[in-house]
Each structure stands twice: as C-alpha cells, then as structure tokens.
C-alpha cells in the first residue's frame, strides 16, 4: 500500500480557489452594479455633466451616431480630455466607496484586482457573463463612453 498522499488533492484545492475568486467576482460584480446604480452616484453623474456640458457643444449627435465615428481617435480638445479625467476620478471615488461601505467585507485592493481580471479571458460561460456585464458598467469609465453621454 502506497502512503495517502496530499498531492492527490492539488487539483480540488486549485479547483476551490478558481470557485472563491469567482464567488467574489460575482461580489463585486454586484456591489459595482449596486454603486453605479446608487442615487448619489448618479446624481454626482448629472451633477459633472450638467457643469461641463457647455465644453461638448461643438459636438453633433450626427458624429457620435455615426458608427465611423471613434471618439477615442478623433481629434480631441483639451478641454474635453481634462474634463474626463475629472470624471474619471470622481466615479472612481464614488463607486468605489459606495462599494467599500456597502460591504465591509470588499477592500478596494480586492475590488481593483476583480476588475483587472475582467481584461482576462473568460474560462466559462458564467466568467464571459460576467465579464460582459461589467464591461457595460465600465464603460461609463472609458473615454468612448463618457463623450457619448
């Protein structure tokens, strides 16, 4: 009789850890659609773009209904990028935070590092949905995004 060996378990304890990261994918996930979804948050959203929307007026719905049109290629002012990273930075905060104190549990290394794996491939058709429902709520963080709105 060989000795019970505890290599034989290395699979199942590699197989329990891809289950808790994704257990707290789906957390975050959650918290994130929950934060940017939140009253305030959106308020702070209106709020930014009620106080920055004299910057866009040059910009036509016929560009950005036009599907050639790439907001991240065209030619930019300024203005319009400064302003962007300002709102960048308050969602950011406000999301983040919103996160962190609706679960105590999260911190925001745990919430930054769930995101970064979103530019990961997706292993499974639950990861590709999920990974897909993020990309929908971070896209108010890209550049595309924020110039559409």
């Not at 106080?51 to 016929?62: A, I, K, P, V």
């Amino acid at each position: 009789l060989k000795p019970f060996g505890l290599k034989r378990f290395g699979p199942i304890r590699r197989a329990a850890r891809g289950a808790a990261r994704r257990r707290c994918m789906v957390d975050v996930v959650e918290e994130l659609e929950e934060a940017i979804l939140a009253d305030d948050v959106q308020a702070a959203v209106e709020q930014f773009l009620a106080q920055h929307r004299h910057l866009f007026e040059g910009l036509t719905d016929g560009q950005l209904l036009d599907p050639a049109f790439d907001a991240e290629r065209a030619e930019q002012r300024l203005e319009w990028h400064q302003a962007y990273q300002s709102y960048a930075a308050l969602i950011e905060h406000r999301v983040i935070s919103t996160c962190l104190a609706a679960n105590p549990a999260l911190s925001a290394e745990g919430v930054y590092e769930a995101l970064s794996r979103v530019a990961e491939p997706p292993t499974s058709d639950l990861a590709a949905a999920e990974r897909s429902s993020l990309r929908f709520l971070l896209n108010m963080l890209e550049y595309g995004g924020f110039i559409g709105m």
